[in-house]
């Protein structure tokens, strides 16, 4: 994860959300008792495409990437640009984070205006720049000064606040979580995201899902549990074994956004979905890069979108070269040409068939859906 960097104040345009939007219908309670599978917040990922995204393969929440406090505050116009919501962009939270608690409680403030769901507070934040900061996961250093920021973020806002964190800072910590997580919720802290690592941790070692059942049978708020859930049987095992009120889906949406529906559908006891075939895939990824580019030009479109061509067309051993030219257009034009030619070019045919023979084939199998 990269940190955001500071953009010059440009004019503003402060216009976050039109009339009423439509998260404020949202039903907090009913979502979170519904055992949603959430697409997790991350920086440059989950824009308002590829929430789009997200919720069309079935995610039940959304979360916008982190939006720095104090930027927010100085109205700059990068940091209001990730905090804007189109009137379909629900149910969508806010992320925000600051290492000051009173700039967090004005940034609330400020995102509230977007018309977001709720306001989700980034406590886990391992970043260097970040943490050190004392913003994200640095919070975790200071347990006091954490519930103290909550108090004063949830007594500012009119909307739900909820909070994002890890088990605790590091190794020689004695894991603050539980304890934590009782003074959040005394603060009226109303949803609680454990990433089941520590801070130190990074992305790295095996999340370690049995913190977030102490969490949850800690509290009554509900608990999402985040951190290596793949598939949708990792959704269920994630659910029975911690008790938790919802799933948080993060690098596995990158690469298979479609997690979403096959999970909804094993949640639901619903028919297990086909995997998508490689014309499926195709058609997604060209959307997505049609709709990267309507919203922010050609060249930014084309290096957002690098990022998720190998998830999208898989990592089949032939498809390498075709990702390889995908990434290195410099134009939308050899970009889309590239991809209509993995349709319609002879081995890809054949991917297409191997693909359907492969669905039947996981169809019979009991762990099916372990393998996409
Ligand atoms: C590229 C990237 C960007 C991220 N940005 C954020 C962020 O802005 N806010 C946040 O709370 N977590 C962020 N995260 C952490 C994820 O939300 C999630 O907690 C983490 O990836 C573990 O979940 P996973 O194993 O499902 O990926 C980011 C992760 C990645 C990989």
Same mark, same amino acid.
């Given at each position: 994860m990269t940190t955001t960097k500071r953009t010059k104040k440009t004019k503003p345009d402060r216009r976050l959300a039109s009339d009423e939007h439509m998260n404020a219908r949202f039903d907090f309670d009913a979502v979170f008792r519904a055992k949603p599978v959430i697409l997790a917040p991350m920086e440059d990922v989950t824009d308002a495409v590829f929430r789009h995204i997200c919720r069309a393969c079935g995610a039940s929440l959304c979360v916008t990437e982190f939006a720095l406090a104090e930027a927010l505050v100085a109205e700059e116009s990068e940091a209001l640009q990730k905090i804007r919501l189109a009137p379909d962009d629900t149910p969508t939270a806010i992320q925000i984070y600051g290492a000051d608690a009173s700039s967090l409680a004005q940034a609330a403030r400020i995102a509230e205006q977007a018309g977001p769901a709720y306001i989700d507070v980034n406590c886990?934040?391992?970043?260097?720049?970040?943490?050190?900061? %004392?913003? %994200?996961?640095?919070?975790?250093?200071?347990?006091?000064?954490?519930?103290?920021?909550?108090?004063?973020?949830? #007594? #500012? #806002?009119?909307?739900?606040?909820?909070?994002?964190?890890?088990?605790?800072?590091?190794?020689?910590?004695?894991?603050?979580?539980?304890?934590l997580a009782r003074r959040l919720e005394d603060v009226g802290v109303r949803a609680l995201t454990i990433h089941c690592r520590t801070a130190r941790m990074g992305h790295e070692g095996a999340a370690d899902w049995s913190w977030a059942a102490r969490v949850q049978a800690a509290v009554s708020v509900p608990v999402i549990v985040n951190g290596d859930i793949r598939t949708a049987q990792d959704c269920q095992k994630a659910l029975d074994l911690t008790g938790c009120a919802g799933v948080m889906i993060g690098r596995r949406a990158i690469e298979h956004p479609w997690i979403f529906r096959e999970a909804r559908a094993r949640l639901e006891h619903a028919k297990k979905p086909t995997a998508p075939t490689l014309h499926e895939r195709v058609d997604l990824c060209t959307r997505h890069l049609?709709?990267?580019?309507?919203?922010?030009?050609?060249?930014?479109? +084309?290096?957002?979108?690098?990022?998720?061509?190998?998830?999208?067309l898989g990592k089949q051993p032939d498809t390498a070269p075709y990702i390889a030219e995908l990434?290195?257009?410099?134009?939308?034009?050899?970009?889309?040409?590239? +991809?209509? #030619? +993995?349709?319609?070019?002879?081995?890809?045919?054949?991917?297409?068939?191997?693909?359907?023979?492969?669905?039947?084939? +996981?169809?019979?199998?009991?762990?099916?859906?372990?393998?996409?």
């Amino acid at each position: 994860m990269t940190t955001t960097k500071r953009t010059k104040k440009t004019k503003p345009d402060r216009r976050l959300a039109s009339d009423e939007h439509m998260n404020a219908r949202f039903d907090f309670d009913a979502v979170f008792r519904a055992k949603p599978v959430i697409l997790a917040p991350m920086e440059d990922v989950t824009d308002a495409v590829f929430r789009h995204i997200c919720r069309a393969c079935g995610a039940s929440l959304c979360v916008t990437e982190f939006a720095l406090a104090e930027a927010l505050v100085a109205e700059e116009s990068e940091a209001l640009q990730k905090i804007r919501l189109a009137p379909d962009d629900t149910p969508t939270a806010i992320q925000i984070y600051g290492a000051d608690a009173s700039s967090l409680a004005q940034a609330a403030r400020i995102a509230e205006q977007a018309g977001p769901a709720y306001i989700d507070v980034n406590c886990g934040c391992w970043v260097p720049k970040v943490a050190r900061a %004392g913003a %994200g996961a640095g919070w975790l250093r200071s347990p006091d000064a954490m519930v103290a920021m909550a108090r004063m973020v949830v #007594s #500012s #806002s009119a909307l739900p606040v909820t909070v994002k964190t890890r088990i605790g800072w590091g190794d020689e910590s004695d894991m603050p979580i539980v304890d934590l997580a009782r003074r959040l919720e005394d603060v009226g802290v109303r949803a609680l995201t454990i990433h089941c690592r520590t801070a130190r941790m990074g992305h790295e070692g095996a999340a370690d899902w049995s913190w977030a059942a102490r969490v949850q049978a800690a509290v009554s708020v509900p608990v999402i549990v985040n951190g290596d859930i793949r598939t949708a049987q990792d959704c269920q095992k994630a659910l029975d074994l911690t008790g938790c009120a919802g799933v948080m889906i993060g690098r596995r949406a990158i690469e298979h956004p479609w997690i979403f529906r096959e999970a909804r559908a094993r949640l639901e006891h619903a028919k297990k979905p086909t995997a998508p075939t490689l014309h499926e895939r195709v058609d997604l990824c060209t959307r997505h890069l049609l709709a990267l580019q309507a919203a922010r030009g050609t060249r930014k479109a +084309l290096t957002a979108a690098s990022r998720f061509y190998a998830g999208y067309l898989g990592k089949q051993p032939d498809t390498a070269p075709y990702i390889a030219e995908l990434r290195a257009s410099r134009n939308l034009e050899t970009a889309l040409e590239v +991809l209509h #030619s +993995l349709t319609t070019q002879q081995p890809y045919a054949e991917q297409t068939m191997r693909d359907l023979e492969r669905t039947t084939r +996981l169809e019979r199998s009991p762990f099916g859906e372990e393998e996409y």
